[in-house]
């Protein structure tokens, strides 16, 4: 397991371990280190007192070349069980007498310098041997550091066993100490978990001091306060959502029901408006069958025959707006192209014994008409095709009769009936003629707001502007 997945608290206690620890052998490390460094200099001080003293015996052997009273001073040496070697050098640097614990024969190192030379395991020392201030030979001096060793091994057995007791002191202090900082971060934890779970921001984690953790509970608590407070908002909001949502479904169920019984009551009214439609279509179709019927009986009466015929054609022509509305799903609009192709054939049908090679021609855009438009401009086509077919081609000759309907740009319409026959009298005024046929158009145009306009040079053209604004000026007479 890696360092920082361990728990809180036992990485608590490792830091107090490893810093007491750390601690505690760094000063005993110091302290080894300073006493090392303290025997090694006592020994090299009494290695040059012992060395100066053996010198200060030898003088006298040196001086009388004596060296068997030389090795004698040197030997006493085998007190200090530290000297390994001694020897003394004439002031030549040749060997005089020589001393070695363990060997017989020994070579020692000639002098070099003066001073201690320190080593791994010895200490070599050269000093001067001084007679009335002049120099005349040097001796030499070999100690071991076994006992610096020694010294050294068991002072690293004491850091050791110092280490150990630091460790278990700093572990038990550690335990006991460790709640301090850990315990209030598990509270806080426990707290974190129950609000994760359980959805309570009305719990708080306990303050035990003013120290960073306790700011950092106190931050705590006061972001679970603001939590707790936008929940309680949320919960409110949510609550009077739930109250609307409930609101809106009742009122959108009695929305449906009344949509329902709308619905009901337009297809009853649907099917009455039709039945209606039928009925009067019927009704007019009777009106024009009695006509038909009553011509028939004044056929020697020409006249009288010729209005019953008309009278008959303009209550079909009506009859026809009504078949046609209740024959489609639009009740209340008629398909002006399906209705004046129907009308104009209807016509040609009727005229067929008086008129001669005659060309009805229709042309008429996919526009649709409500019923106070469609009777009268049927009306109207009912005239002027009637009045085109009984009088613009006598003698039966042959001609092209058109009947067009447009959309304009400003939005109203433009009727048009044109012939190729032998046209309208020049003295014959349309608004003032005198004959029921044109008097019925100049009023239902006037109803439909439309003006009329004849063109009389090829045949008979009549055109009407209608479904735009009224002309006041055509009209006011």
């Given at each position: 397991?890696?360092?920082?997945?361990?728990?809180?608290?036992?990485?608590?206690?490792?830091?107090?371990?490893?810093?007491?620890?750390?601690?505690?052998?760094?000063?005993?490390?110091?302290?080894?280190?300073?006493?090392?460094?303290?025997?090694?200099?006592?020994?090299?001080?009494?290695?040059?007192?012992?060395?100066?003293?053996?010198?200060?015996?030898?003088t006298a052997a040196l001086a009388f070349d004596d060296p068997v009273d030389a090795l004698e001073t040197l030997t006493a040496l085998r007190a200090e069980k530290h000297i390994v070697s001694a020897a003394i050098f004439d002031q030549d640097n040749e060997r005089f007498a020589a001393f070695h614990r363990d060997l017989e024969h020994f070579d020692p190192p000639l002098p070099d310098s003066m001073g201690a030379v320190l080593y791994d395991?010895?200490?070599?020392?050269?000093?001067?041997?001084?007679?009335?201030?002049?120099?005349?030979?040097?001796?030499?001096?070999?100690?071991?550091?076994?006992?610096?060793?020694?010294?050294?091994?068991?002072?690293?057995?004491i850091v050791?066993?110092?280490?150990?007791?630091?460790?278990?002191?700093?572990?038990?202090?550690?335990?006991?100490?460790?709640?301090?900082?850990?315990?209030?971060i598990m509270r806080l934890l426990q707290v974190i978990q129950q609000v994760s779970e359980d959805r309570l921001y009305s719990v708080r984690a306990p303050k035990h001091a003013n120290d960073e953790l306790g700011e950092l509970i106190e931050g705590f608590n006061?972001?679970?306060?603001?939590?707790?407070?936008?929940?309680?908002?949320?919960?409110?909001?949510?609550?009077?959502?739930a109250l609307r949502a409930r609101e809106l479904q009742v009122e959108l169920t009695e929305r449906e029901r009344a949509e329902g019984r709308i619905r009901s009551s337009l297809l009853e009214k649907e099917v009455l408006l039709k039945e209606i439609h039928h009925r009067v279509k019927n009704n007019l179709q009777i009106i024009a069958s009695l006509l038909d019927l009553q011509a028939r009986q004044v056929e020697h009466e020409t006249a009288a025959t010729a209005s019953l015929v008309d009278s008959r054609?303009?209550?079909?022509?009506?009859?026809?707006?009504?078949?046609?509305?209740?024959?489609?799903?639009?009740?209340?609009?008629?398909?002006?192209?399906?209705?004046?192709?129907?009308?104009?054939?209807?016509?040609?049908?009727?005229?067929?014994?008086?008129?001669?090679?005659?060309?009805?021609?229709?042309?008429?855009?996919?526009?649709?008409?409500?019923?106070?438009?469609?009777?009268?401009?049927?009306?109207?086509?009912?005239?002027?095709v009637s009045n085109a077919l009984k009088y613009a081609f006598p003698d039966k000759r042959p001609g092209e009769l058109r009947v067009?309907?447009?959309?304009?740009?400003?939005?109203?319409?433009?009727?048009?009936?044109?012939?190729?026959?032998?046209?309208?009298?020049?003295?014959?005024?349309?608004?003032?003629?005198?004959?029921?046929?044109?008097?019925?158009?100049?009023?239902?145009?006037?109803?439909?707001?439309?003006?009329?306009?004849?063109?009389?040079?090829?045949?008979?053209?009549?055109?009407?502007?209608f479904g735009g604004q009224p002309d006041e000026e055509q009209w006011a007479d």
């Open positions: 397991m890696r360092l920082r997945d361990i728990s809180i608290q036992h990485k608590l206690l490792l830091i107090v371990v490893i810093t007491s620890s750390a601690a505690v052998l760094a000063a005993c490390m110091a302290f080894v280190a300073f006493d090392f460094l303290g025997t090694r200099d006592a020994l090299s001080r009494r290695l040059v007192s012992l060395a100066d003293v053996v010198g200060a015996n030898s395991d010895r200490i070599d020392l050269f000093r001067p041997i001084m007679l009335d201030g002049e120099h005349i030979g040097t001796i030499f001096v070999q100690s071991d550091l076994l006992e610096l060793d020694a010294r050294v091994h068991r002072y690293a057995q050791v066993l110092f280490l150990f007791v630091s460790i278990i002191v700093a572990v038990l202090i550690g335990f006991r100490l460790r709640s301090v900082i850990s315990d209030p006061l972001m679970l306060g603001q939590i707790q407070q936008r929940d309680e908002t949320l919960v409110h909001v949510q609550e009077e959502l054609n303009r209550v079909r022509s009506m009859a026809l707006v009504h078949e046609h509305l209740y024959q489609t799903e639009d009740l209340a609009r008629i398909d002006l192209a399906q209705y004046l192709d129907e009308l104009c054939r209807n016509l040609t049908s009727s005229f067929g014994e008086v008129i001669g090679a005659v060309n009805l021609h229709t042309h008429v855009e996919d526009v649709a008409f409500d019923v106070d438009t469609a009777i009268p401009l049927g009306l109207i086509i009912n005239e002027l067009t309907l447009r959309g304009l740009e400003s939005g109203g319409y433009e009727l048009s009936v044109a012939d190729d026959g032998v046209g309208l009298p020049e003295a014959l005024d349309i608004a003032t003629a005198s004959t029921l046929g044109l008097q019925l158009v100049t009023a239902l145009s006037r109803q439909i707001h439309g003006t009329i306009d004849v063109d009389r040079t090829e045949g008979t053209r009549f055109v009407i502007d």
